[in-house]
């Protein structure tokens, strides 16, 4: 089947900005969403980018999309210790998710 | 909106026993996915259904493994026998149908151990 890659892990201080990034392959896909996972809870929907969009920006929250390359990412700035959990892209096309990109906010 | 409902939410139990986790998804929703999550190896899909019918089920691990979905408010997943690398925390999610903007909408997951 279709394939969603994110790197598992990334470390970051607190007030730097953090990109998480995530190639897919459904070239299908006309939505691309960014989840987030904290300790002992499920996903939650963050944000999403519909897939005719370059960019997209939600407050501290900024997503990118390369169509041609299909390479996602999110950037989140000023990053905060409350920021530090998984985050998971997934794709509509074939309802796939990463594995998960485990954020580390150090003070 | 009650949202995505699991349960139990932790269950331990020794290997070799049955266990079986279960979900009632979004009311009106048309999809219904079940995910098990490890540190080793992520967030992995092993079955989704499309209006009660199982339409992928290459994630399933093994034969030990089994999901139904007798109808559109009730689902299970069961294990049997149980073995210790079942461990894993296990979500089930569900989904309106349709091309569009329909994104997953998670329980909170099932914390599962095998002794």
């Given at each position: 089947?279709?394939?969603?890659?994110?790197s598992?892990f990334?470390?970051?201080?607190?007030?730097?900005s953090?990109?998480i990034?995530c190639?897919?392959?459904?070239?299908?896909?006309?939505?691309?969403?960014?989840?987030?996972?904290?300790?002992?809870?499920?996903l939650?929907?963050?944000?999403?980018?519909?897939?005719?969009?370059d960019?997209?920006?939600?407050?501290?929250?900024?997503?990118?999309?390369n169509?041609?390359?299909?390479?996602?990412?999110?950037?989140?700035?000023?990053?905060?210790?409350?920021?530090?959990?998984?985050?998971?892209?997934?794709?509509?096309?074939?309802?796939?998710?990463?594995?998960?990109?485990?954020l580390?906010v150090k003070? | 909106?009650?949202g995505?409902?699991?349960?139990?939410?932790?269950?331990?139990?020794?290997?070799?026993?049955?266990?079986?986790?279960?979900?009632?998804?979004?009311?009106?929703?048309?999809?219904?996915?079940?995910?098990?999550?490890?540190?080793?190896?992520?967030?992995?899909l092993?079955?989704?259904?499309?209006?009660?019918v199982?339409?992928?089920?290459s994630g399933?691990?093994?034969?030990?493994?089994?999901?139904?979905?007798p109808?559109?408010?009730?689902?299970?997943?069961?294990?049997?026998?149980?073995e210790?690398?079942?461990?894993?925390v296990?979500?089930?999610?569900?989904?309106?149908?349709?091309?569009?903007?329909?994104?997953?909408?998670?329980?909170?997951?099932?914390?599962?151990?095998?002794?």
């Amino acid at each position: 089947g279709e394939d969603v890659e994110q790197s598992l892990f990334l470390s970051v201080r607190e007030g730097d900005s953090s990109v998480i990034n995530c190639t897919y392959t459904d070239s299908s896909s006309t939505y691309l969403y960014w989840y987030k996972q904290e300790p002992g809870a499920g996903l939650q929907l963050l944000t999403y980018i519909f897939s005719n969009m370059d960019m997209k920006q939600d407050q501290r929250l900024t997503v990118l999309l390369n169509k041609k390359d299909k390479h996602l990412s999110l950037r989140i700035a000023d990053t905060q210790t409350g920021d530090s959990a998984i985050y998971f892209c997934a794709e509509n096309g074939d309802m796939r998710f990463g594995a998960g990109t485990r954020l580390t906010v150090k003070p | 909106d009650a949202g995505v409902i699991q349960s139990p939410r932790h269950e331990v139990t020794e290997m070799g026993q049955e266990v079986t986790l279960r979900c009632k998804p979004i009311s009106g929703h048309d999809y219904l996915f079940w995910y098990r999550q490890t540190m080793m190896r992520g967030l992995e899909l092993l079955i989704y259904f499309n209006n009660n019918v199982p339409i992928d089920d290459s994630g399933m691990p093994e034969d030990r493994f089994s999901a139904k979905m007798p109808n559109a408010s009730f689902s299970t997943l069961k294990i049997q026998p149980s073995e210790p690398r079942d461990s894993a925390v296990y979500f089930c999610a569900s989904s309106l149908e349709g091309v569009g903007y329909q994104p997953q909408h998670f329980g909170d997951g099932t914390r599962l151990s095998i002794l």
